[in-house]
Every structure is written in structure tokens, then in C-alpha cells.
């Protein structure tokens, strides 16, 4: 059982930077993924950015160039830059966790809001 605590997050008018944060505990392998998915209202969710211990990274299209995904190993946590945000973000952006085991199972954070105003 792995614990994801997020931070950052809010409102931000169209063009702004917002920082999130998410912090991992419990049962955390050496070998892991975290990373973050959204879901917009009516929206299924999906992958916005996950990075792995190594440092291999994933970008969505849509945010390729805007936004940046970084770890901090020692901590445990990811963290996701959102820089040139624009109203087509508006999500609520979950944080996500997994060991790279076989049978691991997804974690996900409690979600958090980011709201962009035009």
C-alpha cells in the first residue's frame, strides 16, 4: 500500500505557471513509475506525464513544451511544472504511483484541483 499526498494546485489565469507536488510513502520499491493523470469534466481520464526511477519521461501531446516532470528520489516525490497553462487544462490532476513489480497494484492520489481562466 503506497500513501500520495498532492499539493499545489488553484486558479491561475490563462498563461500562468502552477507547480504541483506529490509525495509518496509506504511500500515503495526502488523500481517505480509516478507520475500524473487529469480528468476533465464529462472527460475520461488521462496521462498528462509520468517519469520512472530512471528518469524516463512521458508527455502527452498537449502538454509537450509546456510542462516539465521531475523526481526527487530521496523523497519520494514527483513534481509537475505547468508553465503557459491554458483554459483547456482545467482538471482535476491525480497523482499516480506504481512499483515495477509484477502484480503491483496503480495507487492514485486524492486529486486535485487546476482551474485556468481565459
Known amino acids: 500500500q503506497v500513501e500520495l499526498v498532492e499539493s499545489g494546485g488553484g486558479l491561475v489565469q490563462a498563461g500562468g505557471s502552477l507547480r504541483l507536488s506529490c509525495a509518496a510513502s509506504?511500500?515503495?520499491?526502488?523500481?517505480?513509475?509516478m507520475g500524473w493523470f487529469r480528468q476533465a469534466p464529462g472527460k475520461q481520464r488521462e496521462l498528462v506525464a509520468i517519469?520512472?526511477?530512471?528518469?524516463?519521461?512521458k508527455y502527452a501531446d498537449s502538454v509537450k513544451g509546456r510542462f516539465s516532470i521531475s523526481r526527487d528520489n530521496a523523497k519520494s516525490t514527483v513534481y509537475l511544472q505547468m508553465n503557459d497553462l491554458k483554459p483547456e487544462d482545467t482538471a482535476v490532476y491525480y497523482c499516480?504511483?506504481?512499483?515495477?513489480?509484477?502484480?503491483?497494484?496503480?495507487?492514485w492520489g486524492q486529486g486535485t484541483q487546476v482551474t485556468v481562466s481565459s
Open positions: 499516480y504511483f506504481r512499483n515495477l513489480v509484477a502484480l503491483e497494484a496503480e495507487n
Open positions: 509506504g511500500s515503495i520499491f526502488s523500481r517505480n513509475v
Open positions: 517519469i520512472t526511477s530512471d528518469g524516463s519521461t
